[in-house]
Nanobody
Framework: QVQLVESGGGLVQAGGSLRLSCATS?????MGWFRQTPGKEREFVAT????????DYADSVKGRFTISRDDAKNTGNLQMNSLKPEDTAVYYC?????????????????WGQGTQVTVSS
């Protein structure tokens, strides 16, 4: 069983930056970040393949967020720049045993507990 623990969330002003990290207890392959606000479904943010060579982003974050991974440290990261109030959400890290990432929550085997990101206007 792989455990994921997110960190790095917090309160930031619009236009600011945050870096989220996801520490994993074991080896993982495809990884992803999702976010959720009250009353809404969890939505895709970014994903990265096992090799790190393939990434994909939601249109709403493209050009502002960057996903990366450091397998030597068993961590995944999400660098978030130019944050907007609409980026406010609980952010979840996810991992799957497939070598590719995925946009779909159903494809992931492991989930973190989430970290709150609040962007003030």
């Amino acid at each position: 069983q792989v455990q994921l623990v997110e960190s790095g969330g917090g309160l930031v002003q619009a236009g600011g930056s945050l870096r989220l990290s996801c520490a994993t207890s074991g080896r993982t392959y495809g990884m992803g970040w999702f976010r959720q606000t009250p009353g809404k479904e969890r939505e895709f943010v970014a994903t990265i393949s096992k090799s790190g060579g393939i990434t994909d982003y939601a249109d709403s974050v493209k050009g502002r967020f960057t996903i990366s991974r450091d397998d030597a440290k068993n961590t995944g990261n999400l660098q978030m720049n130019s944050l907007k109030p609409e980026d406010t959400a609980v952010y979840y890290c996810a991992a799957r045993t497939g070598i590719f990432g995925s946009k779909y929550t159903r494809d992931y085997d492991y989930w973190g507990q989430g970290t709150q990101v609040t962007v003030s206007s």
